[in-house]
């Protein structure tokens, strides 16, 4: 009798220490989700953050540009000539500067008005082009609403005029790299290959990423069969790591800054792949509180040889960060999926 109550009371103790572990692995899939939903969640602190983290201030220490690639149905994209007397006279996509104060959103639909004389609706954000943190530039997929093309007699400094272009006639341009974009949007109207994404109304200040953190398991044919692995912060619970973006550093440098910290042993071989972002929080509503951006980014880490080893993932160096087995199978296939097809916004 009294070994059953032992061990009545063992299985009880057992029972309450899952209870907390379960239910933060419940929030953990919960914020997954979100986040593979294209959602933000609230940033809260930071992992390997100075001391010290300093606000960032739109037109002093970051610049955010918006551009559209607006098409009709003849597939001809808007284009607006130049106003600016260094590329006066050439044509570009309508883009433009944020403003304090602003939306993303906002900044596009201003900018578009401004320079081509149209309302535009956002369809979905189509790349992230960057310099480092100071400056980032979104270039979204967009579709007329309202307004009309701004003539020659309406022309002032935001531009000269706006017309449809069929892409294949003669136009001198400011510069070629819009080509790519628009490409990509031309593309993504034949075939989405990411799931439509706008940025999410979440204060941030400063530039930071939230990293999904993944080493795969198996042959990379079946979703429903290879093995997920996702990197979780100690410190922090069941949570994935947020880390600061370092000045004048690309986005990719803050994955590759984690893997070298944690996994520094297995470095020189590893593949760190940030395969794109999934997500953008931004809000922008007070000067230096809430001027900061986070990316929500899904990164793939390999193995860069062959053997028995390579079907776990590396071992880590230190305790501040421990690997997660994503048994979830609905997640599990859908991350995968993720990375397998390239479903997430470009970075460039």
Known sequence: MFLCVLSDSYQLRIAEIKRPIMA????LEEDLEKILMGGGLEVKEFDSANDQVQPVTLGKDVC??????????????????????????TWYLPAGRMERGESIIEALQREVKEEAGVDCQPITMLKVQEQ???????????????GSLKTKAEADEESLQAQWWDRESHLPLR???????????????????????????????????????????????NSEEDRLWLLLSNGKGNALPVRMSGKRCPLPWSALRLVNECMSSSYDRLNVNMCGILGVQHNGRVLGETDGI??????????????PETSYPPTLDGDCYRWHELTNQSL?????QRIKEGSVLPVC
Not at 182 to 188: E, L, N, R, V
């Open 24 to 27: 933060s692995m419940g929030i």
């Open 64 to 89: 955010y540009i918006v551009c559209a690639v607006i098409f009709n149905s003849k597939d001809e994209v808007l284009m607006v000539q130049e106003a600016k007397r260094e590329c006066y006279g």
């Open 132 to 146: 480092g943190p100071q400056w980032i530039r979104f270039i979204f997929l967009a579709d007329v609403t309202g």
């Open 175 to 221: 510069k070629r790299d819009i080509l790519s974009l628009i490409d990509a949007g031309f593309k993504y109207r034949q075939n989405q290959w990411f799931p439509a994404l706008q940025p999410v109304d979440v204060p941030c200040h400063v530039i930071c990423q939230r990293l999904l953190l993944t080493f795969m398991a198996g042959n990379g044919e």
């Open 294 to 307: 986070c990316f929500n980014t899904l990164v793939l880490v390999k193995h860069s040889e062959e053997g």
């Open 332 to 336: 599990r296939v859908k991350i995968l």
